[in-house]
């Protein structure tokens, strides 16, 4: 009788745990889930597109050049380096920025003092337009006491140290201003950051509580209401004036000669490669125009593939 119990006690259980097994999936996958977070690694899964069927492909795999040396960095580690990027990411105009200097005289109280030139700096075309433009406004102050915000006089448009423009020993020489003040009331201009192949947000000098003026900000950097997004522009771009562009109001369609146009670098290896490979496939020639270059990097051509003879003679062209 005992031996019968038994037996029947594990044919109950057995079964139980067979109907566990197959209809009991979803509770094995929150299972999962759970135990992924506590370990820190949250599942992500393949977003499953109702309308992939739908989806050209502008490149197949086989056409995007991975990098042979691994040098990319991961995702992660990018967003490691971010908090000694910006040491100041949680500035707001409101904890990061003295309004009173701007009170100062009324209405007619917002000044703004550019730091003069020290003898020997290299000021790219670029940036001297910036100065140019401040100082040629009516909100040009030459006395520093009378200022609301600080405009550098070092070039910090281009922060790639492999470029001829840089300028070392930023952080170095922005300590020694007095009216530095860990960068409160200071806009820094910067276009380009980084150096190939991983091309990060790294200026190379501590901004402080300074706000960033900078092209092609990273939505994670970027601080409502105290930064500014400006666009990429190049040297040849007017300081001012300018005919009318082709854009109009109410225009449908708008008349314009272009829709979108690029020039620029093609990255054959680490950040940005994979992306500007594929994008070559919207160029038409006409009213979408992408012109880019492989030569730059000191070894571009260890890694040049079968487009880039053709892509440098239309750069240049």
């Keep these: 009788m005992q031996a019968r119990k038994k037996y029947g006690l594990l044919g109950l259980f057995a079964f139980c745990w067979l109907l566990f097994f197959y209809w009991g999936g979803g509770v094995q996958r929150r299972l999962l889930r759970l135990l992924t977070r506590q370990r820190g ?3 992500r899964p393949w977003p499953n597109w109702t309308d992939g069927a739908f989806l050209p492909r502008y ?7 991975a990098d042979p040396g691994g040098a990319a960095e991961s995702p992660r580690r990018r967003r490691q380096s971010w908090p000694a990027v910006y040491k100041g990411g949680r500035c707001r105009a409101e904890t990061c920025f003295d309004f009173s200097r701007c009170r100062r005289r009324g209405r007619e109280g917002f000044r703004v003092y550019v730091y003069p030139a020290e003898k020997n700096d290299r000021v790219s075309e670029s940036y001297r337009k910036i100065l140019a433009s401040v100082a040629e406004s009516r909100y040009y102050t030459a006395d520093p006491r009378e200022a609301c915000l600080f405009v550098l006089g070092i070039d910090t448009l281009d922060r790639d140290q492999l470029s001829g423009q840089f300028v070392p020993n930023v952080d170095e020489r922005i300590r020694g201003y007095p009216l530095w003040n860990d960068g409160r009331n200071h806009l820094i201009f910067n276009l380009y950051s980084g150096t190939w192949p991983n091309y990060t947000e790294e200026l190379g000098f501590d901004i402080g509580q300074a706000m960033l003026a900078k092209a092609s900000l990273n939505a994670e950097h970027f601080r409502p ?3 500014v997004s400006i666009p990429l522009f190049s040297k040849d771009h007017p300081q001012k004036g300018g005919e009318r562009g082709w854009l109009l109001r109410n225009a449908t369609p ?3 000669k272009y829709l979108l146009m690029f020039k620029g670098k093609r990255y054959l290896t680490g950040i940005g490669s994979d992306t500007r490979n594929a994008l070559h496939h919207i160029h038409n020639g006409k009213d979408i125009v992408s012109l880019t270059t492989c030569r730059h990097g000191k070894d571009w051509e260890k890694h040049k593939d079968a487009r880039c003879d053709h892509d440098n003679l239309e750069y240049e062209r």
């Design 225 to 227: 209401g105290f930064d």
């Design 41 to 43: 690694e949250a599942a």
């Design 59 to 65: 490149a197949h795999p086989g056409e995007l050049q």
């Design 254 to 256: 708008p008349r314009r």
